[in-house]
Each structure stands twice: as structure tokens, then as C-alpha cells.
């Protein structure tokens, strides 16, 4: 199974870690011996803490898009204190690995607050045939921040990722990772890595000017959004050692672990990583001799407006989920059967 679907998320999500085998038109269903908050109580400043959106990678064998000649044929429920809510699952091609994002401002509040459980479940149809075997990663409930979601994963991905044996010590420790905020450093102990934010830079939107429709209901209403838009965000890792071949060393190591691993996963999405030089005038302003840092640009989606409930009579784009061309790994003996 491909790392994304099934990956440790970062610090802001919940991962309910389930991986889920369904087949014909049964159901699977998460049941919580405690209740679970989505929304959680107004602090004593007043505001409520509340995750926006459900994520998971899933894959099924059969294609969906709401047509006559592909129906829906799965949805998502969420239930507790005799509430519920859901979402149809679209597929647009079978046998992909597709990221789908529930919105959830539409969950009632006394459901958000306490639910008991999810159920994927298979729908039934006029025409009799609906049989599909389909596969399902983590279930993540997340409130999207994308640059302090990228900071995030980029330190779960170095802090104590490397070992080295500091001065007097006799065995290896694991090197820490700090994100750098210069107006308060704090105190630090050699040797570190140290993440250090180069620059953010707002791109252009994605999808033209169109409304996209991204979350289906049975009733026939759908939730559409403003195109997204695109953060550039980038980033200088340096190392500070106690010596030059310790430095060396993990410095190695962060060049190899990005070469093996391109992509980062950042909420469940897969964001490449990607190496860069800035340009002579900012490396000489901002680095000095003997510093040599590895630079790395990350590209991040980032909403531009509230989604917004439409009835399916008025004419709108559908947007598929997130697609994944990565194949399954077949040694996974749930996983080869499909």
C-alpha cells in the first residue's frame, strides 16, 4: 500500500489508522466506545475548536460520478445521538488511488460534537448491478493551515530522523529538528538540524473561475468552492555540528532521505519536494562562509472562499478527487485481490 494512503499525519489530525477491505453492497462501520469530537467546547477566549474536513485515500474498481450510466454507489455516513450525515463518494477511475475531502460545515453541531461512529456504506440500484471491491486508507479529521501544515511535516520527517554520537558521549542519540523563528531562537544544544523558512510566495488560482463541486449528498444538494489557488513555500535546511564530518554527515543524510522520498505527506496530500538555488543576491544577504544549506520548495493548495450549497439543477463543474497514478502494492493479500 502506497505511504500516503497509510502514513503517521501530522500534529493537526486525528488518524483513526483503519484500512478497510469492502466488497458488493455491505457496509463497514467504525464504531467509538467514546463519543468523538469533531467540534470541540468554546475555550475561555471564547472561540470552539473544530476540525473541517474528513480525509481518506480510497480506491474502488468501479467508476461513479452521479450519471445514469455511472451512479453513485457508495456513501460515507457519520452518526450519533440519532443524527446523521453523509456524503456519495465519487470515483473517476477505477483502480486509483483518490484523496476525497469532506467538508463538514454542514454537520449538525450536536453531531459534530459527539459522534459514534462512520460507515461506508453500498448503495443500492435500479439496475441490479452495483457489485465493486474497493479499498479505503486512514480516516483523518483535520483543520487545513498549509504553511504551519508543511512546517509540521517537514519536521516529523527530520526531527530525530538521523543518530550521531555528540562530543564525550560514548553511544549515538538521535539529532533533533527545530523550525527557525528568529525573534525568539531559544536554546539549543549541538547538534541540530535547523528548518528555516526562505520565502512564501501566493501563486495563481487553479481551475479558472468556475465554482467546483467537491462534496455530493443523497438529496441532490452538493457543496461547491472557488477554485483553489496555490502557496509557493520554501525552505533552507542547515545543519550545526559540533564538528565538519558530523555536519557532513547529516547533511548527507537529509540529501538522501528527500532523494528517496520526493513526496511529502501533508494532511494526506502528497506534496512534492523539490530541490532549488536561490538566486547569488539572496544567498550572499542571507548565508555565510562555511554555511551550506540544502534549499527545498514545496507547493501547497489553499482555499479561496466558503463552499457554498447548490441545488443539482444549476450548472456547475464537478471536480474528482485527488488522483494518485502510484499502483497498489500487491504483497498486501487484501490488496491483491482487487
Not at 467546547?41 to 472561540?47: I, K, L, M, R, T
Not at 525573534?183 to 481551475?207: C, D, F, H, M
Not at 482555499?303 to 444549476?314: C, K, L, N
Request: hydrophobic share 35%; net charge negative; proline share 7%.
Amino acid at each position: 500500500m502506497p505511504e500516503y494512503v497509510s502514513s503517521a499525519q501530522a500534529e493537526t489530525t486525528l488518524s483513526l489508522g483503519t484500512k478497510i477491505l469492502a466488497r458488493g453492497s455491505s457496509a463497514i462501520q467504525w464504531q467509538f466506545s467514546s463519543p468523538l469530537a469533531l467540534r470541540q467546547p468554546a475555550s475561555s477566549q471564547g472561540a470552539s475548536a473544530s476540525f473541517d474536513e474528513l480525509r481518506f485515500w480510497f480506491r474502488s474498481d468501479r467508476a461513479s460520478g452521479g450519471s445514469q450510466n455511472r451512479p453513485f454507489y457508495l456513501s460515507f455516513e457519520v452518526a450519533g445521538g440519532g443524527s446523521t450525515w453523509q456524503r456519495l463518494l465519487p470515483v473517476q477511475q477505477p483502480n486509483v488511488w483518490e484523496l476525497h475531502r469532506l467538508w463538514l460545515g454542514d454537520m449538525p453541531d450536536d453531531l459534530r460534537s459527539a459522534v459514534s461512529s462512520f460507515t461506508l456504506r453500498g448503495l443500492s440500484s435500479s439496475n441490479g448491478d452495483l457489485s465493486f471491491q474497493a479499498v479505503i486508507g486512514d480516516i483523518i479529521a483535520t483543520t487545513p493551515e498549509p504553511i504551519q501544515d508543511v512546517d509540521s511535516a517537514l519536521l516529523k520527517a527530520l526531527d530525530e530522523r538521523f543518530r550521531t554520537v555528540a562530543t564525550g558521549t560514548a553511544t549515538a542519540a538521535a539529532v533533533r529538528a527545530l523550525v527557525e523563528l528568529p525573534e525568539n531562537p531559544g536554546t539549543r544544544a549541538l547538534p541540530y538540524i535547523l528548518i528555516i523558512p526562505w520565502s512564501v510566495q501566493p501563486q495563481k488560482e487553479l481551475g479558472g473561475s468556475c465554482e467546483l463541486i467537491d462534496n455530493y449528498t443523497e438529496n441532490g444538494v452538493s457543496y461547491v468552492r472557488p477554485p483553489l489557488s496555490t502557496v509557493q513555500v520554501d525552505y533552507a535546511i542547515d545543519v550545526f555540528a559540533e564538528t565538519r564530518s558530523q555536519k557532513i554527515r547529516l547533511l548527507e543524510g537529509v540529501l538522501n532521505y528527500f532523494n528517496r522520498h520526493p513526496y511529502l505527506t501533508v494532511n494526506g496530500e502528497r506534496i512534492e519536494v523539490l530541490s532549488f538555488v536561490p538566486p547569488p543576491e539572496e544567498l550572499s544577504r542571507f548565508t555565510t562562509p562555511g554555511r551550506t544549506p540544502l534549499f527545498y520548495r514545496l507547493t501547497v493548495q489553499v482555499e479561496t472562499g466558503d463552499r457554498q450549497r447548490q441545488e443539482r439543477a444549476v450548472p456547475f463543474i464537478n471536480v474528482n478527487p485527488q488522483r494518485s497514478s502510484t499502483e497498489l502494492d500487491r504483497s498486501d493479500p487484501e490488496l491483491a485481490r482487487i
